[in-house]
Nanobody, 123 residues
Framework: QVQLVESGGGLVQAGGSLTLSCAAS????????MGWFRQAPGKEREFLSH????????YYADSVKDRFTISRDNVKNTLYLQMNGLKPEDTAVYYC????????????????WGQGTQVTVSS
């Protein structure tokens, strides 16, 4: 059973930066492809970014491309999301997840999820 714990969320002004962390335990983190999603109030969960098991490949949703950077440390069993140029529309609960299915852009391909961390961007 894999446990994921996100941290690093908070309140930030528009244009600011935050780095989210996702600490994994209970499994072999270095074997997992991982993803970040977010969910704003009243909206569906949205794919943000995916990284493969060794960090050699990453891709992003258009909404965050060039502003967000996904990375991982397989020694520390931790996934990261560096967020720059934050906008009020980035306000959401952010989740990390372990991918098990074939389609990295869809939440149905992820079988373990963290509890989420709130990011609020003020204008």
């Amino acid at each position: 059973q894999v446990q994921l714990v996100e941290s690093g969320g908070g309140l930030v002004q528009a244009g600011g930066s935050l780095t989210l962390s996702c600490a994994a335990s209970g499994g072999t983190f270095s074997r997992y492809d991982m993803g970040w999603f977010r969910q704003a109030p009243g909206k569906e969960r949205e794919f943000l970014s995916h990284i493969n098991w060794d960090g050699s490949s990453a891709y992003y949703a258009d909404s965050v491309k060039d502003r967000f950077t996904i990375s991982r440390d397989n020694v520390k069993n931790t996934l990261y999301l560096q967020m720059n140029g934050l906008k009020p529309e980035d306000t959401a609960v952010y989740y990390c997840a372990v991918r098990s299915g074939p389609y990295p852009y869809t939440e149905e391909s992820y079988n373990y999820w963290g509890q989420g961390t709130q990011v609020t961007v003020s204008s």
